[in-house]
């Protein structure tokens, strides 16, 4: 196979995927976005996590809110748990690398904030025990997974939040879930700003 029909059939493929998943999706969005809201006109603030390119994903996501995404308006809380490197490589070292996420979570997390977890996989265990570091809390968690959900399903707790991208691939799932982020980002912002 050439790179051209190659690259046309990764663009058909992930195209295909979001346009398979816009149905089934688009209910658990709205109402993550409209719980993200919810906590932070509580004065909650949202905090993310996840590993490898969630973990970038969880960033994304945390800079879009205390920034801007596409319009004007103020700052909004929001942490992302994966970029404080002396903080995860401590506990990594002094403790586990499972609990680099639900140490941080403990810390600085309070009843009415909102944990986003991250997982492709639905399985990663730091992920997993920030959940239930969340729900220790008294913190609601919105799940952005694939494949099922994997063992983040038994994590989820009412009224928690599970969007889950019916794919196997972790290249289009992660597309999905650049394009999730994006749609709560614009949520977020139609629901504050009134936006038509």
């Known amino acids: 196979m050439d790179l051209i029909t190659r690259i046309s059939e990764n663009f058909s493929e992930s195209a295909h ?19 993200m809201v919810q906590c932070l006109k509580s004065d909650g603030k949202i905090m993310s996590c996840g590993n490898g390119g969630s973990a970038a994903d969880s960033q994304h996501f945390a800079a879009e809110l205390v920034n801007r995404f596409e319009m004007e308006r103020p700052a909004l ?6 970029t404080d490197t002396s903080t995860l ?16 979570v403990r810390a600085l997390g309070h009843a009415g904030d909102l944990l986003l977890a991250i ?9 997993i025990a920030a959940m239930h570091a969340a729900h220790e809390c008294q913190m609601e968690v919105v799940a952005l ?3 099922g959900g994997g063992k983040m399903v038994e994590a989820l ?9 019916p794919a196997q691939s972790t290249a289009r799932i992660q597309e999905v879930h650049l394009l999730t982020l994006h749609c709560l980002c614009d949520a977020i ?5 009134g936006v038509e």
């Open 17 to 35: 995927l979001k346009l398979q998943a816009m149905d089934a999706l688009a209910g658990p969005i709205a109402a993550a976005a409209e719980r």
């Open 77 to 82: 809380a929001a942490i992302a748990l994966t």
């Open 89 to 104: 490589t401590s506990i990594a070292n002094d403790y586990d690398f499972d609990q680099v996420f639900s140490k941080q």
């Open 119 to 127: 997982s492709t996989s639905g399985n990663s265990r730091n992920v």
């Open 145 to 147: 997974t694939g494949r």
């Open 157 to 165: 707790r009412p009224p928690d939040i599970h969007i889950c991208v």
């Open 189 to 193: 912002d139609c629901l504050l700003l």
